[in-house]
């Protein structure tokens, strides 16, 4: 399944650089390992037109660790982050 999400800039670039592997997300859909999430930057009122790909390696709902209603997932990008992320501008 592929899950299309808002994200804002400063979370963005750290995963696009690969310095952030994970992802805390309201528990709001039926996210399981394997799913592709797509990324789109948005910087509150818009997109920026930066985009990318990661699938979702591991999910912890667990309430001892995560706020009620959340999950912590473990990404990683799909091959060739390069043609992954495209400019739209």
């Known amino acids: ?14 995963i696009f650089d690969g ?6 997300r309201k528990n709001d859909r039926p996210y399981q390992v394997g799913d ?3 990324l789109r930057e948005a910087n509150g009122h818009s997109y920026t037109g930066r ?5 979702i390696t591991y999910i912890l709902r667990d309430r001892n ?4 209603g959340y999950c912590i997932m473990s990404i ?9 992320v495209r400019i739209m501008q």
Not at 65 to 68: F, L
Not at 76 to 84: A, E, G, V
């Open 76 to 84: 990683k990008p799909l091959k060739n982050i390069k043609k992954i």
């Open 36 to 38: 592709i999430l797509i």
């Open 65 to 68: 660790y995560n706020k009620e």
């Open 19 to 24: 310095v952030k592997n994970f992802e805390i």
């Open 1 to 14: 399944m592929t899950h299309e999400l808002k994200i804002l800039p400063e979370f963005f670039q750290p």
């Open 51 to 55: 985009e990318m790909r990661v699938v």
